[in-house]
């Protein structure tokens, strides 16, 4: 029964003419911790576009607990319980912290325009909703201290709070599987330490499967059940950390990298 | 950890004592204040509450949901005929007439919306610009409304807003005041309360992010379209309202410059704020109404027209007020870029810090 829980099968796309994801599959447990890494230009955020629907796929499937989810719309693929963050943080600027947390509750809450305009008292329908949703909201906020940015626009908080409260928008959708694109870019180690410590929680205490793309080897191998090594789009090495890290191939693809840093520098 | 929170206090309009006698002042001195000034200030006063139901519902579209609109003046003209023409001829009373009209609005609203999906930025705004043009191209040919000879407002009665017919005629600008205070305030009311919970959070999420708007769960044509819709409903009624204010109503009065003025109205108001849309709203209405009267000024008038007649104008007529009008709107836009909100915020700190 575990194995059919998240499946990616022959998944390619292509940007005129640039391969950019070739032929990958990949099966997640539930309730483990899957990492994708590769060199930058890899196709890792790609993968993720196509999953969450933003990216339409040339070729193969995506299966979500039985069902193929593959080129449906994104919003569709949210309320089966895909929940994901970016890059580059896509978070409602001119929102507080709150109120974006409370669009994660999006798809759980029903207020539309005639209750959601004619509330007047505590007891209407919209502002009952409105306080439960406060609520568990709050739990999210209190797990990972985010107390201090509850009533701040998120737009002058410093980035890695922001990184938090993306990945608290995220939480509050009460995904099944979350995608985290490289959740720990721009932490101090600090900061990473408390967030290696707050995905293992999401995933054991919250019982999130966890599909993760992060460049700090140390926090993958800290975490991951297993990874996947992509190259130009092209898998090139699934297993356990240490396997895959120990790859011959794996290890030629990030040499490779390090090596053109250095000539650049 | 026992900050224990009311989350009530978040989305309430009113959160304190001190804001609730506020709020009964407020009540109070609108009850009153049509008995203690002169006529034209009422009329002034209504004008006023008109532009401030366009400007919150075109602010829902433009500083909320982050879509441009130079159509509304077409919304406006709906709203306006529609409500003549199913009083005239359908021989609705004048809330139900009102009513369909805003429907009808928010229908071409959410018509227009489907464009918007796939259109941003310049592009929007030339098709919702060609739209403006459109409706008073198509309401100045047919016959119905008027032709370019317009229509004139039947009368309104008591008895009339509800049913059809009646004798207590509703005519000076008191009692219309009496009419459309209330609306202003119950559409403002619900507007504030609609941002504040689900649908308005979907349409701030789309505005700063759609992506990942759409990737939490909105279904952001859905709510593009509502925007256009509501938007457009709220022009209606200001429109509907608009036409038993002037009494008198042809496709002119609705030209593209007035969607123009609208939108100055938001911005000037501030952008994502329906507190910003009132003052706005307010305000540039105050402003309209005064810069037409700039000629009659002592002195100053007849050497500012002449200035204007002379150097400013290729037809010869003077046109200070629109160059006046254009002025303090480069000022604000140079100097406040949050609009009015932005200044009353700066004020509250100020005042809260001092004298510190
Ligand atoms: N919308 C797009 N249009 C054209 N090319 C694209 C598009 N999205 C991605 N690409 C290209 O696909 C390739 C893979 O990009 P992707 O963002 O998936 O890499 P990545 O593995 O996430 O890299 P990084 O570690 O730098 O984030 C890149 O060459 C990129 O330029
Ligand atoms: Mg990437």
């Known amino acids: 029964m575990d194995s ?45 576009n196509c999953i969450s629907g933003l990216y339409k796929p040339d070729s193969g499937k995506i ?8 080129g449906l719309k994104p919003h569709r693929i949210a309320m089966k319980g895909i929940a994901r963050t970016f890059q580059n943080i896509e978070l409602f600027l001119r929102m507080t912290t709150m109120e974006n947390l409370m669009l994660g509750r999006h798809i759980h809450t029903k207020t539309g325009v005639w209750s959601g305009s004619t509330f007047f008292r505590r007891g209407s329908k919209a502002a009952r909703e409105e306080i439960t949703h406060r609520e568990q909201v709050e739990r999210i906020i209190d797990l990972l201290d985010l107390q201090s ?50 995905v293992k ?47 011959p191939e794996v290890l030629k693809a990030y040499l490779g990298e390090e090596e053109s840093i250095d000539a650049v520098s | 950890m026992d900050m224990k929170r009311d989350y009530y206090e978040d989305i309430q309009l009113l959160d304190s004592k001190v804001l609730w006698f506020w709020f009964l002042i407020l009540i109070a001195s609108l009850i009153i204040l049509p008995f203690l000034i002169p006529n034209y200030y009422i009329y002034m006063v209504n004008y006023m509450a008109v532009n401030v139901i366009v400007t919150v519902g075109l602010n829902i579209l433009v500083g909320y949901t982050g879509q441009i609109s130079l159509g509304h003046a077409g919304f406006f003209a709906i709203g306006a005929f529609i409500t003549v023409l199913s009083m005239t001829n359908l021989h609705l009373p004048f809330l139900l007439a009102l009513l369909l009209a805003a429907f009808v609005a928010a229908f071409f609203g959410f018509i227009l919306g489907l464009p918007a999906l796939r259109l941003k930025g310049p592009y929007l705004a030339i098709a919702t610009l060609g739209f403006g043009l459109a409706i008073t191209q198509v309401i100045g040919r047919w016959q119905i409304f008027g032709g370019r000879m317009g229509l004139e407002a039947p009368g309104l009665t008591l008895q009339g807003l509800f049913f059809s017919g009646g004798s207590y005629t509703l005519e000076s600008d008191r009692q219309l005041y009496f009419l459309i205070i209330p609306i202003a ?8 309360n609609l941002m504040k919970t689900r649908v308005g959070r979907a349409f701030i999420a789309i505005r700063d992010s759609d992506i990942a708007a759409e990737t939490m769960g909105v279904n952001t044509v859905y709510y593009k379209t509502l925007a256009f819709a509501i938007s457009a409903f709220y022009t209606g009624i200001a429109g509907g309202l608009y036409a038993f204010l002037i009494g008198f109503i042809n496709p002119s009065s609705f030209s593209f410059i007035l969607s123009i003025y609208f939108l100055t109205f938001v911005i000037v108001g501030g952008l994502g704020s329906i507190f910003g849309s009132i003052m706005g709203g307010i305000t540039m209405t105050w402003l309209i109404l005064k810069l037409d009267k700039v000629q009659e000024l002592p002195y100053l008038g007849d050497i500012l027209s002449a200035f204007s007649e002379r150097w400013m104008s290729v037809t010869g007529f003077p046109n200070i007020s629109s160059i006046i009008f254009g002025l303090i709107i480069i000022l604000i836009v140079l100097f406040e870029p949050l609009g009015l909100y932005g200044f009353w915020i700066r004020t509250k700190i100020y005042w809260k810090t001092w004298p510190f």
Request: no cysteine; glycine share 10%.
């Open chain 1, 4 to 48: 059919d829980f998240f499946s990616v099968d022959n998944l390619a796309i292509t940007f005129g003419g640039l391969r950019a994801v070739d032929r990958v599959s990949f099966t997640i447990n539930r309730r483990s911790i899957f990492s994708i890494i590769g060199p930058n230009g890899a196709g890792k955020t790609t993968i993720f």
């Open chain 1, 63 to 70: 299966i979500f607990k039985g069902e193929e989810i593959t």
């Open chain 1, 149 to 198: 940015a509850r009533d701040q626009f998120v737009g002058g908080l410093p980035y890695g709070t922001q990184k938090l409260v993306e990945l608290g928008r995220a939480l509050a959708l009460e995904p099944e599987l979350l995608l985290l694109d490289e959740p720990s870019a721009g932490m101090n180690s600090e900061e990473r330490q408390d967030l290696t410590f707050w």
């Open chain 1, 201 to 247: 929680d999401i995933q054991e205490e919250l019982g999130v499967t966890i599909l993760l793309i992060e460049h700090n080897m140390q926090l993958v191998r800290d975490i991951s059940d297993r990874v996947l090594a992509i190259n130009f789009g092209r898998p090139i090495g699934e297993g356990i950390p240490e396997e895959v890290q120990n790859d």
């Open chain 2, 185 to 192: 305030f119950v559409l403002t009311t619900a507007a504030r």
